[in-house]
């Protein structure tokens, strides 16, 4: 069925160094994307969205890439700190189905842990 | 700070008894949603209030209830929590229910069942 998936369940990164985060969809009519930042114990926190008529946003030390040609979405941490370990969940908003409005179709979600 | 707030954040509730979990928001949105979170998941929307209207998801069991006596408190009733019911229960709110509205969360209420 159509779906939101993560292609890596567990990322480990060195403080300081870049974070790519990668994410397949298959419901090519979905036109929002959220990618969500979950530390443990917590609910998930906004980090960036974006829409389908961009293929590239930047929030602070984030950047979310689209690539509507291959269905990929990826999210891009800078300088990765310590206080970036946490869950990353992407999200869609699908499209053409009973679930057109607003509702979130999340990933499995990523383990991002950064080591000293 | 306009937020959404959850109580209690540890809830411990014995094999068959009801229990209530809370939810409030200060944001005034008119959306609220309740979602289920299982250790290592995605979370798992049960369902969602559009102001007053109620919106269940398919395969949301009926041992779960919901109640919005107004626009800023929901709350999620499981009427005979069994150990699979076992969870973080997350409640969030959006502004409206359209595509491309961020959904804000509350830090979740973890509940436990003897």
């Known amino acids: 069925g159509e779906s939101v998936g993560l292609h890596l369940p567990t990322l480990s990164v060195q403080e300081g160094d870049n974070s790519i985060i990668n994410c397949a969809y298959s419901?090519?009519?979905?036109?929002?994307f959220i990618w969500y930042k979950q530390e443990s114990g917590k609910g998930p926190q906004f980090i960036i969205d974006?829409?389908?008529?961009?293929d590239k946003r930047q929030g602070q030390r984030v950047t979310v890439l689209l690539n509507k040609t291959v269905k990929h979405l990826s999210l891009q941490i800078a300088a990765t700190q310590p206080g970036d370990s946490a869950v990353y969940f992407c999200?869609?908003?699908?499209?053409?189905?009973?679930?057109?409005?607003?509702?979130?179709?999340f990933g499995a979600g990523t383990q991002v842990v950064v080591t000293p | 700070d306009a937020m959404v707030i959850q109580n209690p954040r540890y809830q411990v509730t014995q094999f068959g008894k009801p229990v209530t979990l809370s939810c409030s928001q200060t944001?005034?949105?008119?959306?609220m949603y309740w979602y289920q979170q299982k250790s290592s998941q995605a979370p798992k929307l049960l369902f969602h209030?559009?102001?007053?209207?109620?919106?269940n998801e398919a395969d949301t069991p009926d041992n779960f209830q919901s109640r919005r006596p107004n626009t800023s408190f929901c709350f999620l009733d499981i009427r005979s929590p069994g150990l699979g019911d076992a969870a973080m229960y997350l409640c969030?709110?959006?502004?409206?229910?359209?595509?491309?509205?961020?959904?804000?969360f509350g830090p979740g209420t973890r509940l436990t069942v003897t």
């Open positions: 969030a709110t959006s502004r409206t229910r359209d595509r491309g509205y961020e959904q804000y």
């Open positions: 974006i829409r389908s008529n961009m």
């Open positions: 999200a869609e908003n699908r499209v053409g189905t009973t679930d057109s409005w607003g509702k979130l179709q």
């Open positions: 419901n090519s009519a979905s036109d929002y």
């Open positions: 944001l005034n949105h008119n959306v």
């Open positions: 209030y559009y102001d007053k209207d109620f919106n």
